[in-house]
């Protein structure tokens, strides 16, 4: 993981869950899209890339997950990591998406997958095509990936700068599906919109936070200039806006009477 990033999430990590603790609603409701998607066959394997302290994951726990069976949470953020609930359902492991994509580090009990979940994680990924190849061989046989993502144009009150460095480091949704359905996988996108409505100092507050990780990437004196311009921008009281997310999902056939493909 790159320095300044680690650096990012351990400072992000201890006040992550409680900036979420006032948006509820949105957590749920981003948790009820996660799961209509995964759509998992109970006892499969599953985990989740990028999982952070685990905060969207308590409707996948309930449905899919057991002591016996937890979710691996995959982060190489051990701050993040160290925030997970104690709770025997959710295994951590420290490690890049690189790292498993490439068999460096390998899941524990090494069965394949039935599914995984990368949520806001894959601009992070150094090589999207490999990487995502490589997770993509992790899945067994009727297998699927959901990877939930912003696209490169966000409506959020941000300052200019901050949306054009955003708009450069972000994958395109169509990318990402084009890449797995060259890795073999069945793959479909789509879009789903939550209404945000924030006190603008509470935003503001956020930004100077450096809540979103390209925010990471500014100096202070940047930052504080961008949060100048979002006072100047927006008037006080409360901003309205859509957080619209790109969901892409990739499935892996199942092989005809559970067996193997028959070389030709």
């Not at 006892?43 to 409707?59: E, M, N, S």
């Not at 002591?67 to 190489?76: M, S």
């Not at 359902?89 to 390998?106: F, I, K, N, Q």
């Not at 490589?134 to 297998?143: D, E, K, R, S, V």
Request: glycine residues 10%; charged residues 25%; negative net charge.
């Amino acid at each position: 993981m790159d320095k300044d990033l680690e650096h990012h999430y351990e400072h992000l990590a201890a006040d992550y869950d409680a900036n979420w603790a006032r948006r509820q609603e949105y957590v749920d409701w981003m948790e009820e899209q996660i799961q209509r998607r995964l759509s998992l066959a109970p006892g499969r394997p599953l985990a989740d890339i990028g999982a952070g302290t685990g905060l969207f994951l308590q409707r996948l726990m309930e449905r899919y997950a057991a002591p016996d069976r937890p979710i691996t949470c995959v982060d190489p953020s051990q701050a993040m990591l160290d925030r997970l609930p104690d709770d025997p359902r959710l295994r951590p492991l420290r490690a890049t998406a690189e790292e498993l994509a490439s068999g460096a580090v390998r899941l524990p009990g090494d069965a394949p997958l039935g599914g995984l979940l990368i949520k806001e994680a894959v601009h992070h990924f150094a090589d999207l095509g490999r990487t995502l190849t490589g997770l993509a061989g992790l899945l067994a046989p009727g297998g699927r990936i959901v990877i939930v993502t912003l696209p490169p144009k966000i409506g959020y009150p941000l300052f200019q700068s901050a949306l054009d460095r955003f708009a450069e480091r972000q994958p395109e949704p169509a990318a990402l599906a084009g890449i797995l359905q060259e890795a073999g996988l069945t793959t479909t996108v789509d879009h789903g919109a939550y209404p945000v409505r924030l006190d603008r100092d509470e935003w503001m507050r956020l930004v100077q936070g450096r809540w979103m990780s390209v925010l990471s990437s500014f100096p202070d004196a940047e930052l504080a200039a961008g949060v100048q311009e979002i006072g100047e921008r927006y008037p006080a009281g409360e901003l309205e806006f859509s957080d619209t997310f790109a969901f892409v999902v990739a499935t892996r056939e199942e092989w005809p009477h559970g067996g193997a493909p028959v070389a030709g």
